[in-house]
């Protein structure tokens, strides 16, 4: 039998993991542990070759016991140690979004911010692992050196759990290595989808398919660019109550200048777009005359926002302003193609 890394080594590389092969014959047992728990592998089809699924932690020992059989030959069993050297120059996840145990809508994505740019995006991409209770097809995009995003071709089933694990430890990427693996699991919710028609001034708030909530709002007045209100697939991504909101690009005693403290605010863009409290009621169901937020009854809004969850899609129609999709997490703008020419896979061949 022949292990790689070499039994006894105490600067082993990571990057390959480990390997074990049966000479002439196959194996029927490998077992190899780390800290007290099991590796991760799998034999190859002829049972010959068994390998780890993923990279090596650095700095960490292994112990390998394996067995392989031979036809008219007692089995034979073969146990050791391998350690794996540490390693400098090291990267690794910095914040994730969903964060751990966070129960989120349907329309989430998963956000993984790294603590430095990645010169290797296609091998990370390759580390990274999403196990759906529910699975749905789903791809990862790089917006950019130091983030990569997932998103699910269709919205994520409804109450299930998500466990999203980066397999960086050992990872070589370019002149850095990953420096520890990151794993976390978030819940998804009911499915609860927001429609509002700027045309009509109504907005809907379905829960599993059942109307849950009609709301009279006001949308952006449209006179300017930053004042109308985006069409879209939105999602909704922080709130508070209240938030202080101020003019763009104007200051105090230009003409249209405000300064606010809205109630019950609920984030679905990053261009300034809320939907949140107003007590400007003889508007609403009437006529658009917000800066670019959609505003309903204080009642109503303090209800959205006791009920939403990050995640939730918001879908506006009726405006000629699109939401793109990098303006917050507009991501479900692009056409699921599109967004899938964003891996690092998509232009890279699989090793």
Request: glycine content about 10%.
């Amino acid at each position: 039998m022949r292990v790689w890394p070499p039994f006894d080594s105490v600067q082993a590389r990571t990057d390959r993991g480990l390997v074990v092969t049966a000479q002439g014959g196959t194996l029927s047992q490998v077992l190899v542990t780390q800290g007290g728990e099991p590796v991760p592998g799998r034999l190859d089809p002829s049972r010959t070759t068994w390998r780890t699924d993923w990279t090596l932690k650095p700095a960490s020992e292994y112990t390998v016991t394996a067995t392989a059989v031979r036809e008219g030959a007692p089995a034979a069993v073969t146990m050791g140690r391998v350690r794996t050297r540490a390693l400098s120059r090291t990267f690794q996840v910095a914040a994730t979004t969903p964060l751990p145990g966070e129960t989120v809508g349907t329309g989430m994505p998963i956000i993984l911010d790294f603590d430095r740019a990645v010169p290797d995006r296609a091998a990370v991409e390759r580390a990274l692992e999403v196990t759906a209770e529910r699975p749905v097809e789903g791809a990862w995009r790089w917006v950019s050196d130091t983030r990569v995003v997932y998103r699910t071709r269709a919205y994520w089933a409804p109450r299930q759990t998500v466990t999203v694990t980066a397999h960086l430890a050992g990872l070589r990427a370019g002149g850095l290595y990953g420096g520890a693996d990151t794993t976390f699991s978030f819940t998804v919710g009911r499915h609860q989808l927001s429609t509002v028609d700027t045309r009509t001034h109504q907005m809907v708030v379905t829960r599993d398919g059942i109307p849950v909530q009609r709301m009279p709002i006001s949308a952006g007045m449209a006179t300017t660019h930053e004042y109308t209100t985006t069409s879209g697939i939105h999602l909704t991504m922080e709130k508070g109550n209240p938030v202080r909101m101020i003019s763009p690009g104007r200051e105090e005693g230009d003409p249209g200048y405000y300064d606010l403290m809205i109630d019950h605010a609920v984030r679905i863009s990053d261009s300034g777009e809320y939907v949140h409290a107003k007590d400007n009621v003889w508007a609403q169901g009437r006529e658009n005359v917000s800066h670019g937020c959609v505003n309903a009854r204080p009642d109503q809004a303090a209800w959205f926002y006791a009920n939403s969850l990050r995640g939730d899609p918001v879908v506006i129609t009726g405006t000629d302003r699109l939401l793109e999709w990098d303006n917050g997490w507009g991501f479900w703008q692009l056409p699921w193609e599109k967004w899938r020419q964003g891996s690092a896979l998509a232009r890279v061949p699989e090793r």
